[in-house]
């Protein structure tokens, strides 16, 4: 039986333990895409967990939804990037970067260039998005033409290079929760008739063509892929057909050898086991809303290799510490997720600080 503290390899490199920091859009960067002053001390901060999985990180112009939110495609991107990545190897801490491209999840309002937002296909999400003027429905994005699909997967493979001039340990591509990749997979949201729409194959086309690129240009050992199968969020609804679909796609994902797959797990317990059975390297499986005393459970009953944890990790910077002695964990304020200063992102205290707040309470 394998336990969370126990040290394990993904890809090239050896983690100090089964515990991840689940990705998480902070919205604190510059307006230029630059990572902000404080995300450096940030990751730094939880730099204890196994693998840090950085938040969603923009490939290019047309890949951002939300307001400042990182890139990794230009040199003053790769400058501030690698502020924070020193910072986390300096605690000897392993650090991922989330490549996200939005696709249609995006509001002009929110972008530098406040260009149309682009999808597999002209459909609306159906859904609201936070702007600088407060909630709006996100507009009708534009379809990408076949040979800016393809570009697309370039604008991947190049981020992927810049995110390593940078000093990641690898990229995850976000495959998950009703970003680009998803869109691909969904025929709520891809009716596309070209090769990138229509069969299984097709619609799983956009998905490894990102993981081949990334891995020719990085090494399929620094390259990983989160993916939330039968998640119907935001207009996405991958009908009848989703689970093969993902059999289908985690089989030929296996065959380039990356380095994990990360599971956002919807609720499918028996695609989740045929999921286990297909792939080959590790596996990393977060449940949204855990509680404390169910950490660890997956990776004993051998159903993960390891486990990641998002609003844990993010109100805890000493969440590996806080877990090793049974102590009380801080709870996250939703109310500073997103923009804003240190408050709810730097401060959390960790156990020594929390122990000095008590003891000033008395
Ligand atoms: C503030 C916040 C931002 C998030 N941003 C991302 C993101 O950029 N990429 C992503 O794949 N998931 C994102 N998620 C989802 C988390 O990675 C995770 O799946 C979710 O919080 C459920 O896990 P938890 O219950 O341990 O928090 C975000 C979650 C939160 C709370």
């Known amino acids: 039986m394998s336990t969370i503290f126990e040290t394990t ?3 090239r490199m050896e983690v100090q333990n089964r515990l991840v920091m689940a ?20 990751y730094a901060q ?24 990182p890139g990794i495609y230009t040199d003053a991107h790769v400058a501030g990037w690698r502020k924070v990545t020193a910072a986390v190897h300096d605690k000897d801490g392993r650090i991922f970067f989330q490549l996200m491209h939005a696709g249609r999840m995006s509001h002009p309002d929110n972008t530098p260039h406040h260009r149309q937002g682009v999808a597999p296909s002209a459909i609306v999400p159906g859904a609201p998005m936070f702007t600088a003027t407060g909630m709006q429905d996100i507009p009708l994005p534009r379809a990408l033409a076949t040979a800016e699909v393809r570009q697309t997967v370039q604008d991947f493979r190049f981020a992927a290079r810049r995110a390593i001039e940078a000093g990641a340990d690898g990229i995850e591509i976000h495959g998950a929760n009703g970003y680009l990749v998803q869109q691909f997979i969904a025929p709520s949201a891809n009716i596309r008739t070209d ?17 081949k690129a990334i891995s020719e240009e990085i090494g399929a050992d620094r390259t990983a892929i989160r993916l939330s199968p039968g998640l119907a969020m935001w207009g996405i609804d991958e009908g009848i057909e989703g689970p093969d679909l993902y059999r289908y796609l985690v089989a ?25 059975k297909l792939w080959h390297q590790a596996l990393i499986l977060n449940r949204p809303g855990r509680l404390r005393d169910q950490i660890g459970a997956d990776v004993a009953s051998g159903v993960a290799d390891l486990e ?20 009380p964990m801080n709870e996250a304020d939703r109310n500073t997720f997103f ?14 600080d929390a122990s000095i707040e008590m003891e000033a309470v008395r």
Do not use: C, W
């Open 195 to 211: 090769e990138y729409g229509g069969s299984i194959e097709n619609r799983a086309r956009f998905a490894i063509e990102v993981a």
């Open 23 to 42: 990705p998480m859009t902070r919205s604190r960067a510059e307006q230029d895409g630059t990572p902000g002053e404080q995300a450096a001390e940030y």
């Open 252 to 276: 030929e994902l296996d065959k380039l050898g990356l380095a994990y797959v990360h599971i956002m797990h919807a609720g499918n317990e028996e695609l989740l086991a045929d999921i286990r």
């Open 308 to 327: 990641a944890y998002g609003q844990m990790t993010l109100a805890n910077p000493d969440f590996i510490e806080r877990l090793k002695k049974n102590a």
């Open 9 to 11: 390899t993904i890809g």
């Open 46 to 69: 939880r730099a204890s967990v196994g693998l840090i999985v950085t938040e969603g990180t923009q490939p290019s112009d047309d890949g951002q939804g939300y307001l400042t939110t």
């Open 339 to 352: 923009g804003g200063t240190t408050k709810g992102y730097t401060d959390y205290p960790a156990l020594a």
